[in-house]
């Protein structure tokens, strides 16, 4: 089936300005997670989606970012105001929340969004 | 805070030789996962080893897991120049987190 994918693949954005980056899960999959990696760096965890559970915004860096999810499927992930230092590439995974509570751990990742901002 | 550390940063090996990758923890896990990144895009996942497990194969991978010392190992027999990458550690931790914590990776160079 289709995997997780993620639009644009590029984005070039004047600092200051907004950006919307968006996510489509693998459908079935009732967990989704958005990263940041910047250049030659590990994954930086930024929100947790959990079915209709409220998210896990620990993750946040501040206030300019922000995301939702809508019923359960895509999801949209908004920096506001954006600065250099969000240039970054944005990988959106999901998972599957199996039966019983039980969480199967395996991440699907999309193939990211890179972004610059000038 | 929790995270995963591999160990080396870089690897430059030969086609046909192995490759050692390791990765260190801090606190108990659950699971530790193995990932591989081309191109600095999307992570696929290799395999996942669960805390009660010591070994897991999957094809040209072997992933072991000694929790005593926290700490795991990914090997790849027989590298191909396909399996030039990074490649990262995952864990998470035991009690009511589904959120994984990703070391900075081992970049993998596999010479033709």
């Known amino acids: 089936g289709a995997g997780v994918s993620q639009s644009p693949s590029n984005k070039v954005t004047e600092k200051g300005k907004d950006v919307e980056l968006r996510c489509d899960p693998i459908s079935g999959h009732t967990a989704l997670y958005w990263y940041r990696q910047s250049l030659g760096q590990g994954l930086e965890f930024l929100i947790y989606?959990?079915?209709?559970?409220?998210?896990?915004k620990s993750g946040l860096p501040s206030d300019r970012f922000s995301a939702e999810r809508t019923g359960g499927s895509v999801s949209t992930l908004t920096i506001q105001r954006t600065q250099q230092e969000d240039s970054a590439v944005y990988l959106c995974?999901?998972?599957?929340?199996?039966?019983?509570?039980?969480?199967?751990?395996?991440?699907?990742f999309g193939p990211g969004t890179r972004l610059t901002v000038t | 805070s929790q995270q995963g550390e591999e160990d080396p940063q870089a690897l430059s090996i030969q086609e046909g030789e192995n490759a050692t990758m390791n990765c260190s923890y801090k606190t108990s896990i659950n699971n530790l996962q193995w990932y591989r990144q081309n191109s600095g895009r999307g992570l696929v996942h290799l395999i996942l080893i669960r805390s009660n497990e010591r070994e897991k194969h999957s094809g040209r991978l072997r992933v072991t897991l000694d929790t005593s010392k926290k700490s795991s190992s990914l090997l790849i027999t027989a590298s191909r120049a396909a399996d030039t990458a990074s490649y990262f550690c995952?864990?998470?931790?035991?009690?009511?987190?589904?959120?994984?914590?990703f070391g900075r990776g081992t970049s993998l160079i596999v010479h033709p």
């Open positions: 995974a999901s998972s599957y929340l199996g039966p019983h509570g039980a969480v199967f751990y395996e991440q699907y």
């Open positions: 995952a864990t998470d931790a035991p009690v009511g987190s589904y959120i994984p914590t």
């Open positions: 989606f959990q079915g209709n559970s409220a998210p896990d």
